[in-house]
Structure formats: C-alpha cells, structure tokens
C-alpha cells in the first residue's frame, strides 16, 4: 500500500508540472551555475579583482586507482610520492578527464557514488567548479537535468534536524515550484559533496538507520549518509570530493568509482605560468627559473603551491633575500611580499610607521597562536564567534591568509574560517612556535599531553617549518618587517636536531623527515658537528619524491664518511633515480632495495654501478620479483670484486 501511495504521489507531480516550465527552470538553473562559476578566485583576491574562470582553468590530471599510503601519510607528503609512482606506472591507471566521470566506459554502467581526492591545494574544489561551469555552459554533463553543490563548510552549521529537500534548496530557492519533480526524475540530478573532510560529524557516517524520503528530517549526518549510501534517492548520482585523510570514514560499499587528483604535469604549470603572468616573455623567463631550481618546481605540481609561487615571483622586487630554495623559503617570501604591501613607507609620521609595524606583528602573532592552538586540537574550521576570530576581525591581513565562507541555514548564518591552505596553518604555526617562550603546550616537548592522538607524519611539515624559520636567513628576513626577538630556541633545537640526526645514523632510525629538517638549515658547516659511529641512512617504506632525493644527496654530500648502510627498501626506487644515486651507492657496504618492484634496468644498472664498487658487501634484493635472467648480471663470480651476497 506504502509503494501505491508513493508512486500515485509521484504520478500527481509529473502531472502538476508543466514540461515547459520544467525545461524553463532547467535552463535557469544553467544561467545561474554559469554566474556563480564565472570568476577563479584565489587565496589573496581582492574586491574588484575578477579572474575569469575560462580563462584561467588549468587541467588536472585524474586518474582511478589508490595509493595505499596516502591515509597513512602527511597529506602533502603524500602527494609528492604519488606523483612519482604515477609517472612510473602511468600505464598501471587510467587517465579520464572531468567530462567524462560519470560517462560510460566500454558499455559498463556508469558509476552513480564517485569519490575524489587528493592533498590540500591540489584542485579538488577547482575541478568542482570546473563541473558546475561546464554544465552551465552545456558543454558537459548533459545527461543530467539538474546539478546541485553543497559544502560541509555550509553544512557544518546546521544543528537541527532537516530533509534532503531543505538541504537542496537552502542556496536554490528558485528551485523550489519544481523540486517535487527534480526528485521524482532523481537519475537526473547530480550532487555534488565538497570538502568531506572538513566535515565536523565526518567520523559518524555509519549510521544504522537511515532517511528514506526526501522529505524526512533528520540530523544532517543521517541524511547525507543516507543520501551516499543510496538509500534516500538511490538513482541520484553524488560527487564526493575529500581530503585522503578522511576517506577511510567514508561507508567503503557505497562509493562505485575512486579517482585520485594528482594535480599539474609539467606542462601544466608551464601553461599557469603563461596565464597568471599574461606577457608570454615574461612567463617563460620565470617559467624556467622555476624549472631550474628544482625545490622550487616540486612544489609547482600542487597548484596552489605553484600560485603562491607565481605571486612571490611577480612581486616588484622578486625575491627578497634571494633565490628560495626550502619549502620554508617560498612561505616566507610569500608572507614578505604581502607585508611589503601593507608597511610601504607612507606620508607620515615614523611613529606612524611604527605604529603599524606593531600592528603587523601583533596580527601575525596572532594568526600564528590560531594556526598553533588549532593544529594541535586537529581543527582547520574556526567560527566567527570564537574569541581567536573576533580577536582578528579589525586586521584587513586577514583576508590574504583566511578564507572566509558564511554557512547558513533558517534562523542561523555565521561566518565560517579557515586558512587558505593547511600548509599555511602549518607554517603559521611553526612561526608562532619560534615567537612564544611561554607556550601552553609545547608539541614538541615528549611530556606535553595535547589530547589529540597526533598519527605518523602529522607533524612533518610542521617541523621542517620550523627549521625553516629558526635558519638565520629567514629570521633576519622577517625581521625587516615584523618586530622579531632573536629566540633561545633556535639554538636549543639546533642542538637536538643534530643530536638526534646522529643517534638515528648509528641506530639506523628512520631519518628522513630530520633530513628534511636539516636541509632547511642550508648551513653546510652544521655537518661538521655530526659524528656518528657509523653512518646508517634508513629512509625505507616511503615511495620518495624529487625533493626526498634532494634532501638525501644534500646530507650525503656532506658527510665523507662511508655509508655502513643505505636502506632503500619500499621506496619505489627506479632506474632513472639509482643511477642518480650512483655517487653514493658507490660509498655503501651494505645497501637494501627490496619491495621496489625493479624491472630488469634497474637490475642492469645496479651491476653497472656494483662493477665500479670496491665497498659493497651485502645487497638486499628481496620482493623484488626479479627474474632468474634479471639476476644473471649479480651471479657472475668475475664481475664484483668485494660483494659477499645477494640476499
């Protein structure tokens, strides 16, 4: 009887609703994604700068497939070792593009539930604005009636119980005479779910009993989990973009097709440079600045990387304090270049000038104590209300560092921030951490209790920042600009990193973050005070990236002692990067390769550089799959000199 009754419901909408106005409100609801569609915006953009998103939309690269460690890793890390692995094994993914991600593949049924993710500032809520432009533009998704965006930032703030209908209409009124038959043609309508990770109930999605109807009201987190898990509008397709950190929260049944965003190949950033810099002579030459200064390229595959990139470059000055060559240089040249344009020398007053040299510092301060308090508490959301907030309210620098999003629903509006990338956060509290002697909790202190959990890696970045800024050059840097006390920890951290850089080579501890850490020292002359008994490299069980090679050879390079044991087991190891390694691996005694997946020439230049070897007594080759013809170079008991075995 219940079904009847439903389907003659279903039936008397169909019947109330004229085709024509049906047609006409599709139409309308085109013009109006178009609008909203229409301008890029980015992370400093300001009242009357107008980005035209056709103009400016760069290609992302998307392809299906997981990557195991990217729920284990720091979400940045992450993506600098998928994107070798992608550029290895492109031939093991697919490449699709945006248009074609609910389009049929060889006569399969189109995926109905997609999730995409990727790391901060790779693009996810760009390729979602991509969708809404080219659907209203009708150059995409055309198999859809109806496409509707929704948040988490938005959602967030909804706190009492609501129906899917609300939720569809709260920023589509217009909507509303004809959402009786969008839902009832629901394999017409696509809904699109940005930013899952941002959500504050993400963790409780496996809900046991779900909202069936749209017009049911339930708590927020019910409806959308009954919404991805297809029992409430179960023909509807839904679009979930999230953070890789989050997705393990995600109800595993209900996503049909998993697309990794890996963000711009070279030619991607080559094609930004020629339009964020518009003079074609002008792009080239910064283009191949930055393709010469290999830091600096690594970080230009994340395109908000390579955007913060583009805005220091295109300062009147270009670099201050010269050529970045950290991740911890590039911020603090961006930070410098938005606080050249707020402490210009102005008509005035010195004490005027000061004044608001004061005003900056006490801002940045402040920022940094947000971005440190809120890290530790694993928050990226702050609310308008919050004392932090409304402390920053008055400073016109907040813009260039915190987005802003007002969440509403009926009765309730509220301003909703963040910063602009989590990677600011990070290093706006590292920068905090340098500043505060007398910090309430201090992270990196074994006895502090943050009453967080802090997983593997979730502090990577925020140490290699704060090495980083402790580094003379990027203190004195800052110093011109904000009103900087030298602090007693440079030199109390300088000594423990050096410490324990030591004790992790003699007991073969995985070192590869401290080496990152070290390498944003940039002192050459720190190596001399490292000491080890023996020298045991271990950077094992991590698929390395451009810069994780940089930071190697930088340390190695350094260190004249003979390399007792490089351990490169499971680090996605390739031909190409062992005979970068050559130098090096020629110093080792014992080296580990294992569960690299070598194919056979990568085995052929392990013989070429073991030929040239006189130190090299153990190899470890084990889960490599290598064939018995592959190991033929290493059985030869007249090609090494000095290897004892192949284990």
């Known amino acids: 009887m219940y079904l009847d009754t439903k389907n003659m419901h279903i039936i008397n909408q169909l019947k109330s609703s004229s085709p024509l106005d049906y047609c006409k409100l599709i139409q309308k609801h085109k013009q109006t994604l178009k609008r909203r569609s229409e301008y890029m915006l980015y992370y400093n953009t300001r009242h009357g700068e107008k980005i035209l998103f056709s103009e400016h939309y760069i290609n992302l690269l998307l392809m299906k497939g997981h990557r195991s460690l ?13 994107r070798i692995s992608l550029q290895c094994h492109a031939f093991e993914q697919k490449v699709i593009k945006s248009t074609d991600l609910f389009s049929d593949t060889a006569g399969s049924r189109p ?17 979602v604005q991509k969708i809404l432009s080219d659907f209203g533009n009708n150059q995409a998704h055309l198999g859809f009636d109806f496409v509707i965006h929704l948040t988490f930032r938005d959602l967030n703030l909804i706190k009492q119980p ?12 217009h909507l509303a005479k004809e959402m009786d038959t969008i839902l009832s043609n629901e394999d017409k309508l696509l809904i699109v779910l940005d930013g899952f990770d941002e959500f504050k109930h993400y963790r409780e999605c496996e809900v046991e009993e779900f909202v069936t109807e749209p017009d049911e009201k339930d708590e927020v987190v019910k409806v959308l989990s009954s919404l991805m898990q297809s029992e409430l509008l179960p023909e509807a397709s839904v679009l979930l973009t999230s953070r890789p950190t989050a997705i393990s929260h995600i109800p595993i049944g209900c996503i049909d097709c998993f697309v990794l965003l890996t963000g711009f190949s070279m030619a991607e950033i080559e094609d930004f440079f020629l339009r964020y810099f518009e003079e074609p002579t002008l792009a080239l030459k910064m283009f191949n600045f930055v393709k010469a200064n290999n830091p600096l390229l690594t970080l230009c595959y994340i395109p908000a990387f390579c955007y913060i990139v583009c805005t220091v470059l295109n300062d009147s000055d270009g670099f201050s304090g010269g050529t970045p060559k950290t991740m911890t240089d590039v911020y603090t040249q961006y930070l ?3 606080l050249r344009s707020h402490s210009r020398p102005r008509l005035g007053s010195p004490h005027a000038n000061a004044e608001r040299s004061e005003q900056l510092s006490e801002t940045i301060s402040s920022l940094g104590r947000l971005a440190y308090v809120k890290l530790l508490s694993h928050e990226t959301l702050f609310y308008g209300h919050s004392a932090e907030i409304r402390q920053l309210a008055n400073s016109d620098l907040i813009s260039a560092f915190l ?39 201090d992270v990196l202190d074994p006895s502090t209790d943050t009453g967080q959990e802090m997983s593997f890696g979730y502090l990577d970045l ?10 003379e050059r990027n203190w004195n840097l800052l110093s011109r600009y904000l009103l900087l006390e030298r602090s007693e920890k440079a030199e109390a951290y300088l000594s423990g990193l050096l410490t324990e850089i030591e004790n992790y080579c003699e007991n073969g501890s995985h070192i590869l973050n401290h080496l990152h850490c070290f390498f944003e020292q940039q002192n050459d002359s720190l190596a001399k005070q490292i000491h080890p ?35 490169l087991t499971g680090t996605n190891t390739t031909s190409e990067s062992l005979r970068d390694l050559k130098p090096y691996l020629l110093r080792c005694e014992n080296l580990w390769i294992g569960d690299n997946n070598l194919d056979t020439e990568a085995v052929h230049v392990l013989a070429e550089i073991l030929q040239s070897s006189s130190k090299l007594l153990i190899l470890g080759m084990e889960g490599n799959q290598v064939t018995y013809q592959g190991l033929s170079p290493f059985t030869d008991p007249n090609s090494f000199t000095s290897l004892d075995k192949v284990v």
Do not use: W
């Open 70 to 82: 990217e729920l284990k890793k720091h979400e940045i890390v992450a993506f600098g070792q998928q």
């Open 111 to 127: 995926a109905k539930k997609i999730l995409v993710t990727g790391v901060a500032g790779i693009g996810k809520t760009v390729l």
């Open 162 to 173: 609501i129906s899917l209908r609300e939720l569809l209409l709260q920023k589509n009124g």
């Open 336 to 338: 410098v270049a938005l």
């Open 403 to 441: 987005d802003k999003t007002l969440a509403q629903e009926p009765g309730c509006m509220e301003d909703v921030y963040s910063f602009a990338h989590f990677t600011i956060q990070e290093f706006f509290a590292a920068l905090y951490y340098t500043l505060g002697d007398q910090l309430s909790m």
């Open 462 to 471: 925020f140490k290699r920042f704060l090495s980083g800024l402790l580094a």
């Open 533 to 567: 008994k023996v020298l045991r490299v271990n950077i094992s069980n991590n698929t390395l990236c451009p810069m994780d090679y940089t930071v190697l050879k930088y340390f190695l390079n350094l260190m004249d002692d003979e390399i007792s044991e490089l351990d």
